[in-house]
């Protein structure tokens, strides 16, 4: 009924065997070759990346009965022992059940005692790190004077947590997370020998689960077995991992980028009908958006991104669609949500909100770009306000003949690209009033008539962008849904309405009030009290937006939830 | 509890009945998923499918019924003592395995909210994981799989347990309370796929209270200042429900922001309120709503810092009411 899991049945058991950890298994064959033997090791490294096996392969090449080789046996007792992890002279330790100092005595006792029938006498300490202080001290003291007979090897993932005293005592060998490719072909070997029917896709998948570590992938791979027999197929191992589909990804990444709320949410949808889990899906987000940005900024990003062919294609495509400012917000507004999502009481909502958030970010500008806006800006208001364009018979006649501040182009080469002759706009008149205001029958006229009776309703209108005013016919436009459309809409409003506009117009009047899209508002002209406060604030409103906007401090916003309190313009020179 | 007596989870049973039929058990597993959703069960169904006489765990041999009342010799389970399982435990329980299974073919041991394992305990345990002497089964359970070490975790054949799906929660709360649709739905949304969350909330104050409460919310205006401290008052009273509370108003703004964004109503989890909601969200923007769940997230984490409740609350309703 035991079975053994891959990953003990192809423990690697020769030098050769430890894939990736090449400069760790030369070092130590040339050692060996030269019978310069430290006589303490320390091996360090992630997890499931070979450590444990190093060792036991060292004592095999220490204390093979063929004599010392670089390529022990593995036939003799002593490596058949090691092998099977019960050598006699070769003592595995538990560094993390045997802490204390009553541990390492009764291990330097041990030490005393010559080889029972090897060369020498081999400690393998695993989980180093999780030895008491004392229990270092005591070991320390045998490190310092260790008897001729006696070698020493050291395991660890945490590294920083052994004492320096001890480390200055050990040869240290930093083992590596292994190339995704490295773990593939290694899996590839394994699959064929147990005579697996896989694809080089799924087995890439189940490689990656590994995160460079071997075990890991194994781990996997077993788990795939168990599932699916010897013959598996592609979509049970998408489906087994618990995997977002990875068209899925991609569809919420371009929704992110393009601004699409609504498909982002539909993804989540998806997710959450699928039963995967969200944190899960997140951090799949978060590493697509986080190999954009590697595609960004690194010439050659295979390496790095452990990505080839088409997935790698798709991925930069995608980069080249954002900008890197974008990509950098998105990545940390991901993170946040990554780690809001542990202790959230509603992670469904959690990752709503953060993708409509993704969704409607504004799209940064780079610093240049937003300066020369900045300056543009002041120059156009240095002069004047902004000419009101909904009236067409009001709007101010472009002036033809260049301003006497522009360069005196070259006559036969006019600009390309700019239909005006000149590179400025078109001057105005410094006093220039606003226009709808001056006219006698005019909208503002309406307006200001109507407040005098009914003051509320004047402050309606107030709201209202003007469409249309082409009498008998005026249109007003008002956000669609919105409180004051529908209050202009009861009966007895737009009756009242009605005879006052007869009255000022002295004609009959048709007062239509339509909806306006909220992605149209922009589009349609504003209303009185928009102009009103954009001709009052229109400067100071267009600073703070502009700062608003800007990447770094959309991220102090976002990492410290800072709160803008007051934007001061600083002067031009400054900048 | 046999395999098929557990809801859902088919993939999870197909995997372990595939390994048990061709001997391909691993020697550790790690069942991952939210808490309330099976996984203990489908452990102890694992288990009983291992000592079972009839080797089907068929439930009534005398095997399956130690295993049923957790008085078999060879099965082992650890719990956190306290608020954490200690390397004592730990260490009590190597002890046990080294010693040859009684009565089943190999001894099993399962160990709950294994990612509560105190970092002594979860490095002892490390080498038990990788060879574990004799024959012997482990499985992990955990809900926060990401708080373990990652040796750990590497050490283990993972298992992920998904969410059950709504309309499942929501049949077994018809089912088993007789409850009507529209209040199954409201529980079944805001179970995230877990039968014990489902079962385990207050009907009174997620059914009944929670339309009172949502229409006082909804009635507040910047303007009203009295009422507003009196509800901040009301939802301050009561330290233990307040989380629920909270968790219904974020529910109900969510249902305002998906409706902003042109989501069908069948998303919303307050399906009773369509009307409220529409009536909100034609006052709101995406801009504002965001505010407003914000803010709610952000009384949250003052809640777990012990900040003063009645100021807490006040601040809370007045952004909720802008
Ligand atoms: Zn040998
Ligand atoms: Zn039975």
Redesign the interface.
């Known amino acids: 009924?035991?079975?053994l899991?891959l990953a003990?049945k192809w423990r690697p058991q020769n030098f050769t065997d430890l894939i990736g950890q090449e400069h760790v298994s030369q070092t130590l064959a040339n050692a060996i070759r030269s019978g310069r033997i430290h006589h303490a090791f320390l091996f360090t490294g992630?997890?499931?990346v070979g450590k444990?096996s190093a060792a036991r392969i060292l004592a095999k090449a220490l204390n093979c009965d063929e004599g010392l080789s670089d390529q022990p046996c593995g036939i003799c007792s002593s490596c058949t022992e090691i092998t099977a992890?019960q050598g006699l002279d070769v003592i595995e330790v538990?560094?993390?059940?045997n802490?204390g100092v009553d541990d390492v005595r009764e291990l330097r006792e041990n030490i005393r005692y010559l080889p029972n029938r090897s060369r020498y006498k081999i400690f393998i300490i695993?989980?180093v790190h999780?030895l008491s202080t004392n229990a270092f001290n005591a070991l320390l003291k045998t490190l310092e004077e260790p008897p001729e007979h006696a070698k020493f090897i050291f395991a660890t993932?945490e590294p920083h947590k052994i004492p320096v005293t001890i480390l200055s005592r050990c040869q240290r060998f930093d083992f590596r997370k292994i190339p995704l490719a490295r773990v593939a072909s290694r899996m590839r070997e394994i699959s064929d020998a147990e005579q697996l029917t896989i694809s080089d896709r799924s087995l890439s998948l189940v490689a990656r689960q590994g995160e460079g570590?071997m075990?890991?992938a194994l781990?996997?791979l077993?788990?795939v077995?168990?599932?699916s027999?010897e013959q598996v197929d592609d979509e049970a191992v998408q489906?087994?991992l618990?995997m977002v589909d990875r068209r899925l990804l991609l569809d919420t990444v371009e929704a992110v980028l393009q601004r699409d709320?609504?498909r982002a949410?539909d993804a989540v949808?998806r997710v959450d009908?699928?039963?995967?889990?969200l944190?899960r899906f997140t951090q799949d987000l978060l590493e697509m958006f986080r190999g954009m940005v590697i595609c960004k900024v690194v010439e050659d990003p295979a390496e790095m991104l452990d990505l080839v062919g088409e997935e790698l294609k798709e991925l930069k495509a995608l980069a080249e669609e954002a900008s890197l400012d974008d990509l950098q917000r998105i990545v940390t507004l991901l993170m946040k949500t990554q780690t809001?999502l542990?202790n959230s009481?509603?992670?469904?909502?959690?990752l709503?909100?953060s993708l409509?958030?993704l969704a409607?970010l504004a799209p940064t500008q780079d610093l240049a770009k937003l300066i020369s806006h900045i300056e543009s800006l002041e120059k156009r208001l240095g002069s004047t306000p902004l000419p009101k364009p909904q009236h067409p018979a009001q709007r101010p006649t472009p002036n033809p003949t260049p301003t006497p501040t522009a360069r005196p182009a070259p006559a036969p080469a006019p600009a390309p690209t700019t239909p005006n002759p000149s590179p400025d706009p078109p001057p105005k008149k410094p006093e220039a009033p606003v226009a709808t205001s001056t006219e006698s029958k005019g909208w503002q006229g309406l307006v200001d008539q109507v407040k005098q009776s009914r003051p509320m309703l004047g402050s309606v209108l107030e709201h209202g962008r003007l469409l249309k005013l082409e009498l008998p016919v005026i249109e007003v436009g008002y956000t669609k849904?919105?409180?004051m459309s529908s209050q202009l809409q009861e009966p007895d409003i737009s009756q009242d309405l009605e005879v006052l506009t007869t009255e000022y117009f002295g004609q009959p009047v048709k007062l239509r009030v339509l909806a306006v899209d909220?992605e149209q508002q922009s589009a349609a002209p504003p209303s009185l009290v928009e102009e009103r406060e954009a001709k009052e604030t229109d400067r100071m409103r267009r600073l703070r937006e502009d700062a608003m906007e800007h990447p770094a401090l959309k991220s102090v916003q976002d990492i410290f939830?800072g709160e803008i309190k007051k934007v001061i313009p600083i002067d031009k020179g400054f900048v | 509890m046999t395999f098929d007596q557990i809801l859902g989870h088919k993939r999870q049973k197909e995997i372990l009945n595939r390994a048990l039929a061709n001997g391909r058990l691993a020697h550790a597993y790690l069942f991952a998923g939210p808490d309330g959703i099976g996984k203990r069960l489908m452990a102890m169904a694992l288990a009983r499918a291992i000592v079972c006489e009839e080797q089907r765990g068929c439930g009534n041999c005398l095997a399956c019924r130690k295993i049923d009342h957790q008085n078999h010799p060879d099965l082992h389970i650890l719990e956190p003592d306290g608020k954490a399982i200690k390397i004592e435990q730990i260490r009590a329980f190597q002890r046990e395995l080294n010693l040859k299974p009684l009565e089943a073919p190999r001894k099993i041991c399962m160990i709950e909210q294994a990612d509560t394992m105190t970092v002594g305990a979860a490095n002892a345990l490390l080498k038990t994981l990788e060879e574990p002497r004799g024959d012997t089964l482990l499985v992990l359970l955990s809900s926060q799989p990401n708080r373990l070490l990652e040796t750990i975790r590497s050490r283990c054949q993972p298992l992920p347990f998904n969410r059950h799906p709504k309309s499942r929660i929501q049949a077994e709360l018809e089912k088993q309370l007789g409850i009507a649709s529209e209040e199954s739905h409201v529980l079944a949304a805001l179970s995230e796929g877990s039968f014990k969350k489902a079962f385990g909330k207050d009907r009174d104050l997620y059914l009944e209270q929670r339309r009172d409460l949502l229409k006082t919310l909804t009635g507040l205006s910047s303007g009203s200042i009295l009422p507003t401290l009196d509800f901040a008052d009301q939802l301050a009273a009561d330290k233990t429900v307040l989380p629920d509370i909270l968790e219904i108003f974020q529910a109900f703004y969510r249902d305002v922001l998906m409706t902003l964004q042109g989501r069908g109503d069948e998303e919303l989890v307050n399906l009773d309120l369509k009307e409220k909601i529409h009536r909100v969200s034609a006052r709101e923007d995406v801009s504002t709503i965001l505010a407003k769940l914000e803010a709610l997230v952000e009384v949250r984490h003052q809640l777990d810092r012990n900040v003063n409740r009645q100021l807490a609350m006040e601040v809370l309703l007045l952004k909720l009411a802008a």
């Open positions: 009924m035991a079975y899991v003990r992630a997890r499931g444990t992890g538990d560094g993390a059940s802490t695993d989980e999780m993932t570590s075990r890991d781990s996997t077993d788990q077995i168990a599932f027999g489906t087994l618990g709320s609504r949410l949808r009908q699928l039963g995967l889990a944190r809001e542990v009481s509603f992670p469904l909502l959690t709503e909100m409509v958030r409607t849904g919105s409180f909220i939830k």
